[in-house]
């Protein structure tokens, strides 16, 4: 069955830097678009970056532009967010999501993990 586990969540400085970690199992990961998606505290869920198959498109919120950076490593079935010059804004839980179909375009997300959590404070 499909899986995600995120990992690297923790506390961290204003300014500071983590990185996230998805591991992935179950599912040809290769093939699928994947995703960064928080929930603040009290808030809704937030979009925050996505990457395709190979790695070669990748989008951020702008939110997030030029301090987050989405990767992934398809030999190691591992997505990644560098998560740089972080803001207390960005405390939140952090899902990582598999889209719903293998390939391009996109039709949403299916699959979750059950989120790490990140604190951003003094």
Do not use: H
Not at 93 to 110: D, S
């Amino acid at each position: 069955q499909v899986q995600l586990v995120e990992s690297g969540g923790g506390l961290v400085q204003p300014g500071g830097s983590l990185r996230l970690s998805c591991s992935a199992s179950g599912f040809t990961f290769s093939n699928y678009w994947m995703y960064w998606v928080r929930q603040a505290p009290g808030k809704g869920l937030e979009w925050v970056s996505g990457i395709s198959i190979v790695g070669g498109t990748t989008y951020a919120a702008d939110s997030v532009k030029g301090r987050f950076t989405i990767s992934r490593d398809n030999a190691k079935n591992t997505l990644y967010l560098q998560m740089n010059s972080l803001k207390p804004e960005d405390t939140a839980l952090y899902y990582c999501a598999r889209a719903v179909y293998p390939g391009g375009g996109y039709y949403g997300m299916n699959y979750w993990g059950k989120g790490t959590l990140v604190t951003v404070s003094s």
